[in-house]
């Protein structure tokens, strides 16, 4: 319906899409624990110009008060640290 192509599934609830024409990437997750009032919007995500810049990314929100809840990668090459907001 909007052109979106798939990229990749992680497990049966999570889907890597991507819009027409551009590098980004949507993640839609299905989460039936979802915390109350976020209006089921569990997380948000983004990819890091340069993958190098990862640790530091995550250092740096660590240093701000967030912590990193895990840390993997959804398919080869494709990195990702769960984290939360200070």
Request: no cysteine.
């Given at each position: 319906?909007?052109?979106?192509?798939?990229?990749?599934?992680?497990?049966?609830?999570?889907?890597?899409?991507?819009?027409?024409?551009?590098?980004?990437?949507?993640?839609?997750?299905?989460?039936?624990?979802?915390?109350?009032?976020?209006?089921?919007?569990?997380?948000?995500?983004?990819?890091?110009?340069?993958?190098?810049?990862?640790?530091r990314?995550?250092?740096?929100?660590?240093?701000?008060?967030?912590?990193?809840?895990?840390?993997?990668?959804?398919?080869?090459?494709?990195?990702?640290p769960?984290?939360?907001?200070?």
């Amino acid at each position: 319906m909007f052109g979106l192509q798939e990229l990749s599934w992680d497990g049966p609830g999570m889907v890597f899409l991507r819009p027409p024409a551009t590098l980004d990437t949507i993640t839609l997750q299905q989460s039936p624990d979802a915390s109350p009032g976020t209006g089921n919007i569990d997380h948000f995500g983004f990819r890091l110009a340069d993958r190098r810049q990862l640790q530091r990314a995550i250092e740096e929100v660590i240093a701000a008060g967030g912590g990193l809840l895990e840390r993997g990668e959804h398919q080869p090459q494709s990195p990702y640290p769960y984290l939360t907001d200070p």
